[in-house]
């Protein structure tokens, strides 16, 4: 069973920053990709970064210059560094690790941002 554990929201002011871990059960290179989407109050959830098992990074348009997805193999973790916070960044953050067909997600940590 794969474990995602999600740390390091919180409240943060309008042009602050952030960093989000997810710490995963298993070797994050054994997961195709791993990523990081956020849902906010009465919204779907969308994605933010993905980075795949080759290293290669995706963002989304509305972070693209102000995060970073980062992984550190050796610690099965991926990181996003969320820099220039807004307040339409407030949302719950989720951790996503896919293995082939399956798709794991973890608990998800909030990210609030006054304005």
């Known amino acids: 069973q794969v474990q995602l554990v999600e740390s390091g929201g919180g409240l943060v002011q309008a042009g602050g920053s952030l960093r989000l871990s997810c710490a995963a059960s298993?070797?994050?290179?054994?997961?195709?990709?791993m990523g990081w989407y956020r849902q906010a109050p009465g919204k779907q959830r969308e994605l933010v970064a993905t980075?795949?098992?080759?290293?290669?990074?995706n963002y989304a348009d509305f972070v693209k210059g102000r995060f970073t997805i980062s992984r550190d193999n050796a610690k099965n973790t991926v990181y996003l560094q969320m820099n220039s916070l807004e307040a339409e960044d407030t949302a719950v953050y989720y951790c996503?690790?896919?293995?082939?067909?399956?798709?794991?997600w973890g608990q998800g940590t909030q990210v609030t941002v006054s304005s």
């Open positions: 996503n690790a896919r293995r082939v067909t399956m798709s794991y």
């Open positions: 980075i795949i098992s080759g290293g290669s990074v």
């Open positions: 298993g070797r994050i290179l054994s997961f195709n990709a």
